[in-house]
């Protein structure tokens, strides 16, 4: 168990809906980030976020949105959503305390679009 | 941003053999990088890390090495099993932007019993 806690595990929704996928960091840990994974594909980065703030941002679509609350879990939120938008949403987190750590993933929240 | 390509996509090996994988990234102010061994419908996780003030760390069958003049770092892994089994990704990250992390596309190895 990493400690990264995802929900829901499962979603499956129709297109043009909106969800939102929730993240609980590790005890500890300040930075959240999201990842994106399509059936075979690699880890897509999606957003990071520090101690509540907007620190990186990647091939995140405007139709995606997220935020990191003061209570560090983080919610992203994807709208008006699309048969390609289904795929493997992982979170993950790190401490963050200057020097560079590993990510500690969740176990992902799986999103079917139909 | 970094860059991160990775090596082969497709790896197959008896078991017993070894395995090698490559990784090349474009950002020369990368310092971490990590490796993640992701199985089939599970977390990535990780399972070894190298910084970029040591050309080499090993654990047990596993061993990363980093070339930073080149700009490259490799996952070898000895005497493989069949739970070797999985997609490993490399990832790179630098140090102005604490874990900003950027990972490679995969590689999916096989191990044949």
């Known amino acids: 168990d990493s400690g990264v806690t995802q929900t829901p595990k499962h979603l499956i929704t129709a297109t043009g809906q909106r969800v939102t996928l929730r993240c609980s960091p590790r005890?500890?840990?300040?930075?959240v980030y999201w990842y994106q994974q399509s059936l075979d594909q690699g880890l897509q980065f999606l957003i990071q976020y520090y101690n509540g703030e907007e620190r990186a941002k990647g091939n995140i679509l405007e139709r995606f949105s997220a935020q990191q609350f003061p209570d560090l879990h983080s919610e992203l939120n994807l709208s008006s959503l699309e048969l390609g938008d289904s795929a493997l949403y992982f979170c993950?987190?790190?401490?963050?305390?200057?020097?560079?750590?590993?990510?500690?993933f969740g176990n992902g929240t799986r999103l079917t679009v139909t | 941003g970094e860059n991160v390509e990775q090596h082969p996509s497709t790896l197959s090996v008896q078991e017993g053999d070894s395995a090698v994988i490559k990784c090349t990234y474009s950002?020369?102010?990368?310092?971490?990088f990590p490796w993640y061994k992701q199985e089939l419908g599970k977390r990535p996780q990780l399972i070894i890390d190298i910084r970029s003030n040591v050309g080499e760390k090993k654990d047990q069958r596993i061993a990363v090495t980093l070339n930073k003049t080149a700009k490259h770092f490799s996952l070898h892994i000895t005497e493989t099993q069949p739970e070797d089994s999985a997609v490993y990704f490399c990832?790179?990250?630098?140090?102005?932007?604490?874990?900003?992390?950027?990972f490679g596309a995969g590689t999916r190895l096989t191990v044949k019993p």
């Open positions: 005890s500890g840990d300040l930075s």
């Open positions: 950002d020369s102010a990368s310092n971490y």
């Open positions: 993950a987190s790190s401490p963050s305390t200057g020097a560079n750590s590993p990510l500690h």
């Open positions: 990832a790179a990250s630098p140090w102005y932007n604490n874990n900003d992390m950027r």
